[in-house]
């Protein structure tokens, strides 16, 4: 595919931009005043998040879908999804009045699999198979290789990057100009690389970054490896970011258009997403705040310019607020874990407490395991600080109590289970 020119271009994306036009999929372009105080610079939030389908996805399925002919749609479709684009394909069947199946990873969020049942109606069969998106892909195909129904690509083909690309023209044409740089979130790198497109044949001077989750750095380690590469998962909180490998057309668009692929923390992402929901009541999943997580990191090199975000989904379960309230504490230094080895006698929290813990110093878990033939009773403590400067008194004051504790650090097997 390293003639991806060939493939796809400006002019594609035009045609998609008409083929969506009737459908008002246009989306707002909003100043930030919080991220534009916090990075000194002009930041705007392309929303996705108030699509129809509360996403992006809606563009490049219905691109594809409804550039097939009747007789190749008699069978139908199918996709493979982690959620948002089966409900761009859900949402484009019921346009278009055509049959189809969506494949899901069964973690996918409760949230996503009730919309996508929401918008699918009696049209489209919704299934899951395995536990990524990969696994979901596979089952796709075999279910289209037995029933002749096509294939909507999630992100590796002309008309689905075409279809993405058009919020790159309508960020122009809102703007009025082109911004100095755009900020995309990537998983397996159909929006970045329609944006990339996009941006390319309007010959804009816009510098193009991509941002990738820490736990799902696909298409950066393919861009180091020089070809598309297989990883292992290390965290899929961000869902809608997550994929083992890149597809061929984008990772050669990356590798040729996109010359920065940033990676930020997930406890970052869940800052960011509380810090939408809580200042600019903005619900985001974490893909949607995985752009915007990543100014902070980018800093200096945004001084003074225009900044546009693509805040891309707001499909987020209300029942992993927790996680991401705690993910967050965890990744700005605020919550700690520790193992306490306490002895079997009265008085043995009390010291604890006295000892250790500072005036502002708060036990937000404690769970006791007590032995009765041992002397030593273990016991998981959780500990939430004021500030994270709290931490170094905090590991003073134990070590100089004498007690057996030991801290959990983030990086154990332990934590992970925590967390």
Known sequence: MDDWRDAVGIEDVRRAAERLAPLGVETPLQRSERLSEQVKAEVYLKREDLQAVRSYKIRGAYNFIASLDPETLLPGVVCASAGNHAQGVAWSCRHLQVRGAVFLPRRTPRQKVARIRALAGDLVDVRFAGDSFDDAYAAALDYSADTGAVVVPTFDHPLTVAGQGTIALEVVAQLGT?????????????????????LDGLGAPTETIGVQPAGA???????????????????????????????????????????????????RVCTEQLALYQDDGIVAEPAGALALAALEQLGPRLLGRSVVCILSGGNNDVARYDEIIERSLVAQGLKHYFIVAFPQQPGALRRFLDECLGPTDDIVLFEYMKKNDREF?????????????????LLRRIAASGLDVQRVPPDSPVFHLLV
Do not use: K, N, Q
């Open 178 to 198: 082109p911004p100095d740089v755009v900020v995309v979130p990537v998983g397996g790198g159909g929006l970045l690389a329609g944006i990339a497109v996009a």
């Open 217 to 267: 750095p696909a298409m950066l380690r393919s861009i180091e490896a020089g070809h598309p590469v297989v990883i292992d998962i290390a965290d899929d909180f961000v869902d809608g970011a997550v994929v083992r490998t890149p597809g061929a057309l984008t990772f050669c668009v990356v590798r040729d258009l996109v010359p920065d692929l940033e990676v930020v923390d997930e406890g």
């Open 377 to 393: 009773g273990p016991a998981l403590v959780g500990v939430e600080l004021a500030a994270r400067e709290d931490l170094a008194p």
